[in-house]
């Protein structure tokens, strides 16, 4: 089954302590995104790629880091969290090219206390 | 810069009545237009896209969307609600260039269907 595939699905943490949240997709898409959700803001990109090793900041990147060093991973880090990146975080994948649709993973629940 | 306008937080609908979900959008070329839904406890799904073409997009689970240019608007319609249609909606814009997958969303519009 064709799917994007983020862990754990619920996750808190306390400020400061790295984590790493996993994204994986299993139909070969060479581009994969990065979202957080917030209450009245919508969805705000944060990182995304186009290919292994390649990878740029989105609207709001700052306080993460991600990685791409496979074509089906792409994990979103947080080297130091902080309360205000308490947010549901989505990782979306899809072929390369203008208007591919993109393939969502269930999302991840992140609270930093 | 491309942004995206979704005017109605929450709409409350009867089931079986119509709907129509707003979506204003602000790009210099002609964009590329999504509506996604996200139902409870779950991910984006793609309900239809607009590339070129015919106005009038057809999509999944009975909606549809027209474009209009000289509104700068792609609403999202459908003829008779269903309680399973309750869920968030999303209007999304790409911009076609370098990064073309990117998208950038509305702040989306909750949909509560009554019985």
């Known amino acids: 089954e064709a799917q994007v595939t983020q862990n754990p699905r619920y996750l808190i943490t306390v400020t400061g302590k790295k984590l790493t949240v996993t994204c994986s997709q299993n139909m070969n898409h060479e581009y994969m995104s990065w979202y957080r959700q917030d209450p009245g803001l919508g969805l705000r990109q944060i990182y995304y790629s186009m290919n292994v090793e390649v990878t740029d900041k989105g609207d709001v990147p700052e306080g993460y880091k991600v990685s791409r060093k496979e074509k089906r991973n792409f994990p979103l880090i947080l080297e130091s969290p902080s309360p205000n990146q308490t947010s549901l975080y989505f990782c979306a994948s899809s072929l390369l090219g203008s208007g591919e649709k993109l393939f969502f993973g269930s999302g991840t629940q992140l609270s930093v206390l | 810069a491309q942004s995206v306008t979704q005017p109605d937080i929450h709409i409350t609908v009867s089931e079986g009545a119509s709907l129509e979900l707003r979506c204003n959008y602000s790009?210099?070329?002609?964009?590329?237009l999504f509506w996604y839904v996200q139902s409870p406890g779950q991910g984006l799904q793609l309900l239809l896209k607009?590339?070129?073409?015919?106005?009038l997009v057809q999509g999944i689970k009975g909606f549809e969307a027209e474009f209009k240019r000289s509104q700068s608007s792609f609403n999202l319609r459908k003829p008779s609600v269903h309680w399973s249609d309750a869920a968030e909606y999303f209007c999304?814009?790409?911009?076609?260039?370098?990064?073309?997958?990117?998208?950038?969303f509305g702040t989306g519009t909750r949909l509560t269907v009554i019985p």
């Open positions: 607009y590339f070129s073409g015919d106005t």
């Open positions: 790009y210099g070329a002609t964009p590329y």
């Open positions: 999304a814009v790409g911009a076609g260039q370098t990064g073309a997958n990117n998208l950038f």
